[in-house]
Structure formats: C-alpha cells, structure tokens
C-alpha cells in the first residue's frame, strides 16, 4: 500500500509540474503577443506625422493596439 501511495504521489507531482509549466508558457506567449502590439503600434504612430489628422491617426494607432492586446488574452 506505501508503494502504491508514493506512485500516486509521484505521479500528482508530475501532473502539477505539466500543469504549472502550461501556465508558464501560456504567460509567456502572452507577453510576446502584448510586446508586437506594442512594437505594431510604436510603428503606427511613426506613420502618423504624414497623415492629415496625427491626432486622429495616434488614436486609431490606440484602438488597434487595445483590440490586439485583448486577442493576446
């Protein structure tokens, strides 16, 4: 009975381990997501001095980063 409770126990441990390193990732990809929308919208508002409008342009730029980093999510 001893045997089969550590070999219980191990395998919990290792589950735990795949869980956390899971989550680990997955907030990792996260971060690289939110970090490109970031650089996209540093690129964006680069742009905008040409255009007509810079203030509209600058918030456009805003938007589309919100709604980039909410798909990160």
């Known amino acids: 009975m001893n ?15 795949a869980a956390g390193t899971a989550v680990w990732a997955q907030g990792a990809d996260q971060d690289l ?7 996209a919208k540093a690129r964006c508002v680069a742009t905008c001095g040409a255009h007509d409008n810079p203030v509209e342009c600058e918030e456009s730029c805003q938007e589309t980063a919100q709604a980039c980093t909410r798909q990160c999510r």
Do not use: S
């Open 3 to 17: 045997r089969f409770k550590a070999m219980a126990a191990i395998a919990a441990l290792w589950v735990m381990a």
């Open 33 to 39: 997501c939110v970090d490109a929308c970031e650089q």
